[in-house]
C-alpha cells in the first residue's frame, strides 16, 4: 500500500518518500514501532550519543566540561546535593545539545539546501536554548564551586 505524500511537504520530502516507493520498499506507518524490545530502544540511544559525541564539537566540550567540573565537586568535597544539583545541570545542556543536533537534522531534511526564514528561526531557537543552558550550568557551577574551592587555596 504506497504512502501519498501531500503536496503541502516540502519538495525535499517527497522526494525521499517517493524514492522509497519507487525501490519497492514499504514505508512504515507508525515507524515508532521500530523499537521491539528494550535492547534496540537502547541502542539506538546509544548510536544517537555516539552520533553526537562524534559529529558535535560542542557536544564533547560540553562532556569535557561536565567531567572537569564534576572532577572539582569530588575534589573539593561537594555534599551528594550539590554534586546531584552539577549532574542535572551538565545533563540538561548535554540533552539540548543533543536536541539542537536532532532538530538541525530534521530541519535540513525537510528543506534539503534551501532557505527558509523559518528553518533559521527553529534553528537559532534551539541553538540559544543550548546557549541558556549552557551559561545557567555556568552560573551554577561557579556558585557551587568557588567558595569551596576558596577555602581549600586559603584565600
Excluded at 564533547?60 to 542535572?88: C, K, N, P, Q
Excluded at 532557505?115 to 551559561?135: E, G, S, T, Y
Aim: aromatic residues 6%; glycine residues 8%.
Amino acid at each position: 500500500m504506497p504512502m501519498l505524500v501531500p503536496e503541502e511537504h516540502p519538495p525535499a520530502l517527497r522526494e525521499v518518500i517517493g524514492d522509497g516507493q519507487r525501490r519497492g520498499r514499504r514505508l512504515r506507518v507508525g515507524a515508532w514501532k521500530v523499537a521491539g524490545d528494550l535492547p534496540a530502544s537502547f541502542r539506538y540511544a546509544a548510536q544517537g550519543l555516539a552520533y553526537g559525541f562524534a559529529s558535535q564539537r560542542n557536544f564533547r566540550i560540553h562532556v569535557f566540561t561536565g567531567a572537569v567540573v564534576f572532577g572539582m565537586g569530588l575534589w573539593l568535597g561537594l555534599a551528594a546535593d550539590r554534586l546531584a544539583v552539577l549532574v542535572l545541570t551538565v545533563a540538561a545542556v548535554l540533552v539540548l545539545e543533543l536536541l539542537n543536533t536532532a532538530t538541525e537534522a530534521v530541519v535540513d531534511l525537510a528543506i534539503g539546501r534551501q532557505f527558509h526564514p523559518l528553518a533559521r528561526v527553529a534553528k537559532d531557537c534551539a541553538a540559544a536554548a543550548v546557549l541558556v543552558a549552557a551559561l545557567s550550568s555556568l552560573l551554577i557551577a561557579l556558585l557551587l564551586l568557588v567558595p569551596p574551592l576558596m577555602l581549600r587555596l586559603g584565600v
